[in-house]
């Protein structure tokens, strides 16, 4: 294929237009079938936790007469995540705050650009701070 300095193709190429109409063809066709799989997978969830039996571990599982239909399963995911403030006031209260916490110093960003537009730091001086990452998509217009 040729591409001009418009970024147009200046001649049709047969190859390129089918692989461009089967890639839009299948973006289409994931799109629907995953906004299937997403419906389906949430009204199962709810069947699941209306019929299905909590095992010891807390999943809810949904298991069928017909043997060639595999169980379900809602599996019970727990995470913890430490809250700062009542840590805090638990640690203080216990007179462990010095212990158990540390103070950590980080760059403040927007205090950075503001030391730029104040011609504290130079365009060079951001260039060298901040990286930059450059990613790709392919998008159909």
């Known amino acids: 294929a040729r591409v001009s300095n418009s970024g147009r193709v200046s001649r049709p190429v047969d190859s390129l237009t089918l692989e ?71 640690l203080e209260d216990r007179g462990l705050t010095d212990r158990c916490t540390t103070l950590v110093r980080i760059v403040d960003e927007d205090a950075v650009m503001a030391a730029r537009y104040e011609d504290l730091l130079s365009d060079e001086d951001i260039e060298n701070m901040f990286d930059e990452k450059v990613t790709w998509a392919l998008k159909l217009k």
């Open 20 to 90: 461009v109409l089967e890639y839009k063809s299948l973006r289409d066709e994931i799109e629907s079938l995953e906004k299937r799989k997403r419906e389906l997978r949430d009204s199962l969830m709810d069947a699941v936790k209306a019929a299905g039996e909590a095992d010891t571990s807390g999943h809810i599982w949904l298991s069928f007469e017909d043997e060639d239909l595999p169980s379900l399963q809602a599996e019970r995911r727990v995470t913890q995540t430490l809250n700062q403030d009542r840590a805090q006031v638990f």
